[in-house]
């Protein structure tokens, strides 16, 4: 009987940690999704502000953060559709880096 209720809070606290990866998982999904939409909706931001045409070199930083957005959040929905939770949340770290490094590159 103590066996039993002992294997029972150790389902509860194992399904408990799974269910937080879980949520981590999905809340890193959506916040590359919603930087991947700021980085698309700049482009319209920086036509309303500038009269004239844009250039490549003032569209291409937020092209080169919205490509690495993408590529991570579809990785990122590939592995939680294996319920890989842990490697979601490492690449939505590494996805947020590299969005970093580029803003850093660019100097934005």
Known sequence: MIKKMTENKD???????????????????VIVLFALIRSLSEFFRLSYIHSNALTIEQVKPFITGSIVAAVGC???????????????????????ASMLVVKSIYHL
């Open 11 to 29: 389902y509860t606290k194992e399904v408990t940690l799974k269910n937080r990866w879980l949520s981590g998982a999905r809340i890193s999904i």
């Open 74 to 96: 579809l990785a990122m929905i590939l592995f939680s559709f294996y319920s890989k939770n842990k490697i979601v949340i490492t690449l939505f770290l590494l996805t947020i």
